[in-house]
T-cell receptor, first 118, second 111 residues
Framework: GAGVSQSPSNKVTEKGKDVELRCDPI?????LYWYRQSLGQGLEFLIY????????KSGLPSDRFSAERTGGSVSTLTIQRTQQEDSAVYLC????????????????FGEGSRLTVL | QKEVEQNSGPLSVPEGAIASLNCTYS??????FFWYRQYSGKSPELIMF????GDKEDGRFTAQLNKASQYVSLLIRDSQPSDSATYLC???????????FGTGTKLQVIP
């Protein structure tokens, strides 16, 4: 499809295990964001990639969280040694980013990956 | 001070009334402003964006921007029960050119 694709849609894991969440953005979108949303809460910013610039990692809650974006396209969010408080929906969004000399801010969201840590 | 602030609500309005949702932001260098709607259990979707001071209308929705007051609002006319959702204000801030979200206002339209 032409939208943002995330996988897995659901992940149940045991405390202490590592998990990887994948995001495939819309083709041609240079900006990619990861957010976390706990039940009934707002969007918590995690990390932002824009083109070849160094990512803004200011929202990562601890060093157990890391993310990569390979070839300016697919991104993987890795959570090591998962804890119960990591249970949430992880949302990925992409944007055109720099277009026509200006940054655009219209974000297109994936369906999210629901993580449950037992 | 949070970069983007919204009243969390819930804001309850009767069907057919005007719902008014408000947002303030702290970065005077912010350039673009967005309203997203998020239904329960779904991902946010963009419903309006505004770049210039004044009003922008799209159907029943009107976005209003006042850069001097660092204030952006969304008006929903003839509110319908299907408008019941959380409305997220987002701002494209200067500097790092990153989109920052408010915590959202939950709107309930009562039939």
């Amino acid at each position: 499809g032409a939208g943002v694709s995330q996988s897995p849609s659901n992940k149940v894991t045991e405390k202490g295990k590592d998990v990887e969440l994948r995001c495939d953005p819309i083709s041609g979108h240079t900006a990619l964001y990861w957010y976390r949303q706990s039940l009934g809460q707002g969007l918590e910013f995690l990390i932002y990639f824009q083109g070849n610039s160094a990512p803004d990692k200011s929202g990562l809650p601890s060093d157990r969280f890391s993310a990569e974006r390979t070839g300016g396209s697919v991104s993987t969010l890795t959570i090591q040694r998962t804890q119960q408080e990591d249970s949430a929906v992880y949302l990925c969004a992409s944007s055109l980013g720099l277009a026509g000399g200006q940054y655009t801010g219209e974000l297109f969201f994936g369906e999210g990956s629901r993580l449950t840590v037992l | 001070q949070k970069e983007v602030e919204q009243n969390s609500g819930p804001l309850s309005v009767p069907e057919g009334a005007i719902a008014s949702l408000n947002c303030t932001y702290s970065d005077r260098g912010s350039q673009s402003f967005f309203w997203y709607r998020q239904y329960s259990g779904k991902s946010p979707e963009l419903i309006m964006f505004i770049y210039s001071n004044g009003d922008k209308e799209d159907g029943r929705f009107t976005a209003q921007l006042n850069k001097a007051s660092q204030y952006v609002s969304l008006l929903i006319r003839d509110s319908q029960p299907s408008d019941s959702a959380t409305y997220l204000c987002a701002v494209l801030t200067g500097g790092y050119q990153k989109v920052t979200f408010g915590t959202g206002t939950k709107l309930q339209v009562i039939p």
